[in-house]
């Protein structure tokens, strides 16, 4: 077992608990103790938790791309530097309380029950797949699709989508300069969509046309778009995180798979 000290910073407190330590829960670690603060950049959440060493890098990856999530940082305990940071800025580390007990927050406790996690596991193994064919990438994401349980199949997809666009951004994109999110919109997200599929821009709007994960009367696979779009534009625009909106899909019958993309 691994013990991982753990900091998020988020630009609010309301939820930030529960939401992230079912996140730990879901990868098989638990909760040990933590701290909630806040303060005029938002609210600080520490944590360390211990769990199994195989699952230490998923993880950090769903805390550091998780939409709540807008600075990261995570140590073995003991360790003086982070090993997984936001690339954007350095933030300073939290202290944990000496006490033995848990510092008292206002959250609700932490339960597992509710979110729906991805497959973890099996979109690591695709992972190399999408990157040894990109962008040829859409029979991998059907086999991706076929091979996870209905349940987590639309997390595992966005999951999928946040891992393939933050390898794009850092392979194409990464030594350019920090954007607005409509200069990274127009110079990197579309460029990099119409690499995947027929696309048209409308500001912030995003339509996919035709997309081959969304036939009509067929399942949902938009969540990769939107993944792939968070996970490709939140570094060109650090500080800030990016989110994507889905607000139409052709697989419900309308003409085509709708994005509105902010942060």
């Known amino acids: 077992m691994v013990e991982l000290e753990i900091q998020v910073l988020s630009d609010r407190r309301e939820g930030l608990l529960t939401e992230l330590g079912c996140v730990v829960v879901a990868n098989s670690f638990s909760l040990i103790r933590q701290r909630l603060t806040q303060d005029n950049r938002g609210a600080w959440l520490a944590m360390i938790v211990r769990g199994p060493p195989e699952q230490r890098l998923a993880l950090e990856e769903m805390l550091g791309t998780h939409s709540r999530v807008l600075s990261f940082e995570a140590a073995l305990s003991g360790e003086t530097t982070a090993i997984a940071a936001s690339p954007a800025k350095t933030v300073s580390p939290i202290a944990f309380a000496p006490s033995p007990e848990p ?15 991805p497959d973890v596991a099996r979109v690591e193994h695709i992972l190399p797949k999408l990157a040894q064919d990109y962008p040829q990438i859409y029979p991998w994401l059907v086999a991706l699709e076929n091979s996870v349980d209905d349940a987590v199949r639309e997390a595992s997809l966005m999951l999928a989508g946040r891992r393939t666009g933050a ?17 990274a919109i127009k110079r990197i997200g579309v460029p990099a969509l119409r690499l995947l599929a027929d696309i048209e821009q409308h500001g912030v709007h995003v339509h996919i046309l035709n997309s081959p994960l969304c036939a009509p009367g067929v399942r949902s696979g938009c969540r990769f778009y939107g993944g792939y779009v968070e996970g490709l534009l939140s570094g060109s625009v650090a500080p800030k995180k990016v989110f994507v909106r889905h607000l139409s899909c052709r697989s419900t019958g309308a003409a085509h798979c709708s994005l509105e993309i902010s942060h």
């Open 103 to 117: 510092a008292p927050v206002s959250e609700p406790p932490v339960v597992p029950s509710t979110a729906v996690m």
């Open 167 to 183: 390898w794009v951004y850092k392979r194409d994109y990464a030594l350019g300069a920090k954007l607005s999110l409509a200069d």
